[in-house]
């Protein structure tokens, strides 16, 4: 099973940039989906981005669409998710997650192998 980890997270006033990384490590990816979910204290988990293998297909949550890119690379085994225009409702911990097959798909249960999270914080 692969092992995913998460960084880049940290605090940013709103209107400002961070960009998050996610490595795996045991295997290398497979033709599986990967995607980003977050989730904010009290809240439950949801999805933000997902990414098919090779980066030919992306799939957004609303709440972030023009704002937030996700990315791959498979020869790097990392999933990066680009973040700009931050509002404090993005606050959470951060997730990167393997998915269960090829397809772009936003519920939690369509995902494995999850990373640990990272925080981002956006103050206002």
């Known amino acids: 099973q692969v092992q995913l980890v998460e960084s880049g997270g940290g605090l940013v006033q709103a209107g400002g940039s961070l960009r998050l990384s996610c490595a795996a490590s045991?295997?290398?990816?497979?033709?599986?989906?990967m995607g980003w979910f977050r989730q904010a204290p009290g809240k439950e988990r949801e999805f933000v981005a997902a990414i098919t293998r090779t980066g030919g297909n992306t799939y957004n949550a609303d709440s972030v669409k023009g704002r937030f890119t996700i990315s791959r690379d498979d020869a790097k085994n990392t999933v990066d998710l680009q973040m700009n225009s931050l509002k404090p409702e993005d606050t959470a911990v951060y997730y990167c997650?393997?998915?269960?097959?090829?397809?772009?798909?936003?519920?939690?249960?369509?995902?494995?192998?999850w990373g640990q999270g990272t925080q981002v914080t956006v103050s206002s």
């Open positions: 997650a393997e998915g269960k097959s090829r397809f772009l798909v936003r519920e939690v249960a369509d995902y494995k192998s």
């Open positions: 045991g295997r290398t990816f497979t033709t599986n989906v």
